[in-house]
């Protein structure tokens, strides 16, 4: 992964109708979340929700998951918080990652 990133870092990654972010600023991004993740206590093989609409974040969520080695599960906003909550439960996951709007799901 980190070897595409650098073959073709200012190639466009994430295209969008509001923008676009090159495999630089995606991996950058990542980067910065991931040591985030990893400053709340997230290890190799844990498990991340990501509690995101379709955006270029949670992209970004995805892959800063897979480079602190945890796994993710995308999770549904749509989905009744009941439902959410019971996924994560059976899921073990470990932490979810989320924005403000979305905490009152918890």
């Known amino acids: 992964l980190s070897e595409r990133f650098s073959t073709y870092r200012d190639h466009p ?4 109708s509001k923008g676009q972010l ?3 600023q995606t991996d950058a991004l990542a980067n910065r ?5 990893r ?6 093989g844990s498990r991340v929700g990501i509690l995101l609409s379709k955006s ?4 970004i969520a995805s892959l800063a998951a897979t ?8 999770l549904d906003l749509e989905y009744p918080p009941e439902m959410l909550s019971a ?8 932490l979810i990652v989320t924005v403000t709007s979305s ?4």
């Not at 400053?39 to 190799?44: A, D, F, H, I, R």
């Open 56 to 59: 270029p974040l949670q992209a």
């Open 13 to 16: 990654f994430l295209l969008w």
């Open 87 to 94: 996924i994560a439960h059976r899921a073990e996951l470990s």
């Open 39 to 44: 400053e709340t206590g997230l290890t190799s």
């Open 22 to 24: 090159t495999y630089s």
């Open 67 to 74: 480079k602190a080695g945890a796994a993710f599960l995308p």
């Open 103 to 106: 905490r009152s799901y918890f």
């Open 33 to 37: 979340l991931c040591q985030r993740l």
